[in-house]
C-alpha cells in the first residue's frame, strides 16, 4: 500500500528545537515534490515548506531562517529539521507527496504528527 508515515514532533520549549522525519513507502516517491503542512485549531491547512524532486525548496515567510526542509538521497525520506521554535507554531504537522502527470494529479498525505511550543 502506497503511504507516508510521519514521525517526530511533540512538547518543546519556546527557542527549542525539534525534527519531524516522513517515510514513503515506495520509490515512485522519487519523482513527487514533497513538502510539510501545519493546521493549528481553528485555521486552515497551511504549507510550512517544500522541495521539489529537484530539490528546489521554498519556505513560508514565518519559518523562513528557522526551518529547514530537506530528502535524503532517494528521495523518499522527508524530514523538517524546526529552530527557534515559537507558540504560534503549535500545529499538526503533515507530510505531503503531490506529482502532476499527463494532467492528473496524484496526492497522498502522512497521517499529521503533533507539534507543541509551550513554557
Known amino acids: 500500500q502506497v503511504q507516508l508515515v510521519g514521525s517526530g514532533g511533540g512538547l518543546v520549549q519556546p527557542g527549542g528545537s525539534l525534527s519531524l522525519s516522513c517515510a514513503a513507502s515506495?520509490?515512485?516517491?522519487?519523482?513527487?515534490?514533497m513538502g510539510w503542512y501545519r493546521q493549528a485549531p481553528g485555521k486552515q491547512r497551511e504549507l510550512v515548506a517544500a522541495?521539489?524532486?529537484?530539490?528546489?525548496?521554498n519556505y513560508a515567510d514565518s519559518v523562513k531562517g528557522r526551518f529547514t526542509i530537506s530528502r535524503d538521497k532517494t528521495k523518499i525520506s522527508l524530514f523538517l529539521q524546526m529552530n527557534s521554535l515559537k507558540p504560534e507554531d503549535t500545529a499538526v504537522y503533515y507530510c505531503?507527496?503531490?506529482?502532476?502527470?499527463?494532467?492528473?494529479?496524484?496526492?497522498?498525505w502522512g497521517q499529521g504528527t503533533q507539534v507543541t511550543v509551550s513554557s
Open positions: 522541495v521539489t524532486s529537484g530539490g528546489r525548496t
Open positions: 505531503n507527496a503531490d506529482l502532476i502527470q499527463n494532467g492528473r494529479e496524484y496526492t497522498y
Open positions: 515506495d520509490s515512485i516517491f522519487s519523482i513527487y515534490d
